[in-house]
């Protein structure tokens, strides 16, 4: 065990230790961070959804921006605007938008129009926004991570396919379970009585860079990487695999999903102290990288057929590569 995973080792159990009975989740923030990825949170209101990332930031040495999306919000509040300056030899002067930070709370992405959604997409993809015809690079230490309400759809605007998949995975907050309640009570109470010039160790962002580089050397055999194709093919063109499954099926999963699927496995495998991939990292994590990047029919839909659902049968039907 080297001094990099024991780092990451050490900010997982920091983040579980502030979240309580959502260790899932917790999980697949860092696995995110660590494939170098942006992540779509679905749960209700007070399932810690805010708590996760500002814990993340809290524990690592980096900076976070919190933007709140409403129905009255533009572009510019997110990316930034060139502003004249007299006094600076009167020029226009690129002021930054919160975008420009480490870490990116968008929160309730789904209240803001099209528009707005759509200024996240050069910053989340190509790592740079462009203003006014000039081009500025975000922080080498990037990542977005937004949140939305499945429940309350009105007034809301539902993200466009194309931006959905450019989240690396989307994850499903649920209820914690009683026990787990009882303990998120005491941590409260607790929390409520510690100082605020309280002192907290970070983790240098260093140590992220280099837990990347060590991922990369994960193996992972063409067996591993058929199963990977196979799967998100299975998603594409159903009708191979189950007359039911294509009733269910509009359309699979696009290149990206696959590369994610990839990328996510490895860290899953890393985290496992392994430096192989094998079946079982790929069908840890297929649910999180798949699920918003299929369409479900009409009658999917009438029949309550989830995106779960779906997932579910096709690991069934797709054969592990001897």
């Not at 065990?1 to 899932?24: D, P």
């Not at 930070?101 to 309730?108: G, K, Q, T, V, Y």
């Not at 740079?128 to 605007?157: I, R, S």
């Not at 496995?265 to 299929?294: G, S």
Request: with cysteine; proline share 5%.
């Amino acid at each position: 065990m080297n001094e990099t995973f024991t780092a990451i080792k050490g900010l997982k159990e920091n983040m579980q230790a502030s979240i309580i009975g959502q260790e899932a989740l917790v999980e697949r923030i860092i696995i995110t961070l660590l494939a170098d990825g942006n992540m779509l949170l679905e749960g209700l209101p007070g399932l810690a959804k805010t708590r996760a990332i500002k814990s993340l930031a809290k524990n690592l040495d980096c900076g976070l921006s919190r933007i709140q999306f409403t129905p009255d919000l533009l572009p510019s509040d997110i990316t930034g605007t060139e502003i004249y300056q007299p006094e600076a030899e009167e020029k226009f002067v690129f002021q930054q938008g919160p975008i420009f930070n480490n870490l990116i709370l968008a929160d309730e992405i789904n209240r803001a129009p099209a528009k707005v959604q759509a200024a996240l997409l050069e910053a989340m993809e190509e790592r740079q926004v462009t203003v006014a015809g000039k081009t500025h690079n975000m922080e080498p230490l990037f990542m977005v991570l937004a949140t939305q309400n499945p429940v309350e759809q009105e007034g809301t605007y539902p993200l466009p396919e194309a931006q959905m998949d450019r989240f690396l995975m989307k994850t499903i907050i649920d209820y914690p379970d009683k026990s787990s309640e009882m303990k998120i009570l005491d941590l409260v109470k607790a929390e409520s009585k510690k100082e605020h010039t309280e002192k907290h160790e970070t983790i240098a962002q260093e140590i992220i860079f280099k837990a990347r580089e060590e991922i990369k050397e994960i193996h992972v055999s063409d067996a591993m990487k058929t199963y990977i194709v196979d799967l998100v093919d299975a998603s594409r063109y159903p009708d191979k695999y189950s007359e039911q499954l294509a009733k269910w099926l509009e359309f699979g999963a696009s290149p990206r999903g696959t590369i994610a699927l990839e990328k996510a496995a490895r860290v899953h495998a890393w985290l496992a102290e392994r430096d192989f991939v094998n079946p079982d990292d790929i069908r840890a994590l297929i649910h999180d990288i798949l699920r918003h990047r299929i369409m479900l029919s009409y009658e999917a839909n009438a029949d309550r057929v989830t995106a779960e659902d779906v997932i579910s049968e096709l690991v069934k039907l797709v054969a592990v590569p001897a």
